[in-house]
């Protein structure tokens, strides 16, 4: 008998539409002050340091995603090291979803390889039988599904705007999508937040982007006169 799953039910039950207005918001907020921060550190403002722009993106948005959930309730926001516990990322979990985050080249790209993406595709997804006449699908158990939001903008320069923004549910191997969702269009409609906390995320968020640039300065001053 063949099981028919809904993909895109999973996603939307577990970031609804409310959710991930606030998502783009946080996206959109994050590029804004990565950008602000660049023009500000004249080492970060020339040809070689724009080349890390996009860097620099991922690591605001992501900062701006883990103060946004600590105001939804049912998420949590948990930093996780990669297979080689030389970098970190945030793992958003729901009650039934784990989502990481990923800047791509183009709008329904899949994310490059990483070990803990696959680990987390192959251990968390919904996986293919491989013959017709049997179940389609074979469950996971009480793993949660394993989800991405992807964002990236189509010329990395300054004073750009994400150009699209998407969750996505990728098959076991990390390699397709089960199913994307497009949430680029709720960056046309305002989202009702109060100002103070709007304002709140925005301060908490550059000030701890210049806190980074200044202990960074503060080393290649080291650096220079040992």
């Known amino acids: 008998m063949r099981t028919c799953v809904d993909y895109g039910k999973i996603i939307l039950s577990n970031f609804p539409v409310n959710v991930q207005q606030r998502m783009v918001q946080s996206v959109q907020l994050a590029y804004s002050?990565?950008?602000q921060v660049v023009e500000q550190n004249p080492w970060l403002?020339?040809?070689?340091?724009?080349?890390h722009l996009g860097y620099?993106?991922?690591i605001a948005v992501e900062?701006?995603?883990?103060?946004?959930?600590?105001?939804v309730q049912g998420l949590q926001c948990h930093i996780k090291p990669n297979?080689?516990?030389?970098?970190?990322?945030?793992?958003?979990?729901s009650k039934d979803c784990i989502l990481t985050v990923c800047q791509v080249?183009?709008?329904?790209?899949?994310?490059?390889?990483?070990?803990?993406r696959k680990n987390l595709a192959s251990s968390n997804q919904l996986a293919i039988a491989g013959f017709e006449d049997e179940d389609l699908f074979q469950d996971h158990g009480d793993e949660p599904n394993y989800l991405i939001l992807t964002h990236g903008c189509r010329r990395n320069t300054l004073g750009q705007s994400p150009s699209f923004i998407g969750?996505?549910?990728?098959?076991?191997?990390?390699?397709?999508?089960?199913d994307f969702i497009d949430?680029?269009?709720?960056?046309?409609?305002?989202?009702?937040?109060?100002?103070?906390?709007?304002?709140?995320?925005?301060?908490?968020?550059?000030?701890?982007?210049?806190?980074q640039i200044d202990l960074l300065n503060q080393m290649v001053i080291l650096k220079s006169h040992s």
């Open 33 to 35: 002050i990565a950008d």
């Open 63 to 71: 900062h701006a995603l883990k103060l946004m959930i600590t105001n």
């Open 83 to 93: 297979h080689r516990k030389n970098f970190g990322h945030i793992e958003i979990c």
């Open 183 to 211: 949430v680029t269009y709720l960056t046309k409609y305002d989202l009702i937040v109060s100002e103070d906390t709007t304002a709140t995320t925005e301060e908490a968020l550059q000030n701890d982007l210049q806190n």
């Open 167 to 178: 969750i996505g549910f990728p098959n076991a191997s990390g390699n397709a999508w089960h």
């Open 45 to 51: 403002n020339w040809s070689v340091g724009l080349d």
């Open 105 to 116: 080249h183009r709008p329904l790209a899949v994310p490059r390889q990483a070990v803990y």
């Open 56 to 58: 620099l993106r991922n």
